[in-house]
T-cell receptor
Framework: KAGVTQTPRYLIKTRGQQVTLSCSPISGHRSVSWYQQTPGQGLQFLFEYFSETQRNKGNFPGRFSGRQFSNSRSEMNVSTLELGDSALYLC?????????????FGDGTRLSIL | GENVEQHPSTLSVQEGDSAVIKCTYSDSASNYFPWYKQELGKRPQLIIDIRSNVGEKKDQRIAVTLNKTAKHFSLHITETQPEDSAVYFCAGGGGSQGNLIFGKGTKLSVKP
């Protein structure tokens, strides 16, 4: 069974631009969560999607948004990029949306803002 | 909301020694505690998890213990090997927050 797939792996943008990241969950997994990983801050929860609906949201500004499609694939969008948005963005999928379910991560998209 | 604290932030051990990483959580409703290992440049990988109805779980050289009363859980790695070198993250879930809350990670270095 294929794992969680994230594209692209690397991305370089400049301040003010916007970016869209993609995540394909493990086949059969219906919940997708997104995290931002920066040195010293660990993994910070962005949001979770299930059945094409945002189920939960972390403490990030409205510039960060996402969506989920009927095949459970998810996209994350960041608008008006800032230098501080440079990070590794990870998505994780699980069978069901409960936070007591094992989550499996993708390799991440490393976003660099110049 | 849930808060998960993890200690130590760095840990260096000699090959063959044991390593222990500790986490505390604040939400007494949390009932699921996974541990992830992240090697440099790679994805976090689930290595073991424990639910609140169990006090201890083992998988070969790895074990996790949970103390619900004190709200803390620990990862124990015995007979460490250089390939155990990585960043380890604990997390708490199933509580009122509705999502997994991660600790800030422990960088484990195993010296040959």
């Amino acid at each position: 069974k294929a794992g969680v797939t994230q594209t692209p792996r690397y991305l370089i943008k400049t301040r003010g631009q916007q970016v869209t990241l993609s995540c394909s969950p493990i086949s059969g997994h219906r919940s997708v969560s997104w995290y931002q990983q920066t040195p010293g801050q660990g993994l910070q929860f962005l949001f979770e999607y299930f059945s094409e609906t945002q189920r939960n949201k972390g403490n990030f500004p409205g510039r960060f948004s996402g969506r989920q499609f009927s095949n459970s694939r998810s996209e994350m969008n960041v608008s008006t990029l800032e230098l501080g948005d440079s990070a590794l963005y990870l998505c994780a999928s699980s069978l069901e949306p409960d936070s007591n379910q094992p989550q499996h991560f993708g390799d991440g998209t490393r976003l660099s803002i110049l | 909301g849930e808060n998960v604290e993890q200690h130590p932030s760095t840990l260096s051990v000699q090959e063959g020694d044991s390593a222990v990483i500790k986490c505390t959580y604040s939400d007494s409703a949390s009932n699921y505690f996974p541990w992830y290992k992240q090697e440099l440049g790679k994805r976090p990988q689930l290595i073991i998890d424990i639910r609140s109805n169990v006090g201890e779980k083992k998988d070969q050289r790895i074990a996790v213990t949970l103390n619900k009363t004190a709200k803390h859980f620990s990862l124990h790695i015995t007979e460490t090997q250089p390939e155990d070198s990585a960043v380890y993250f604990c997390a708490g879930g199933g509580g009122s927050q509705g999502n997994l809350i991660f600790g800030k990670g422990t960088k484990l270095s195993v010296k040959p």
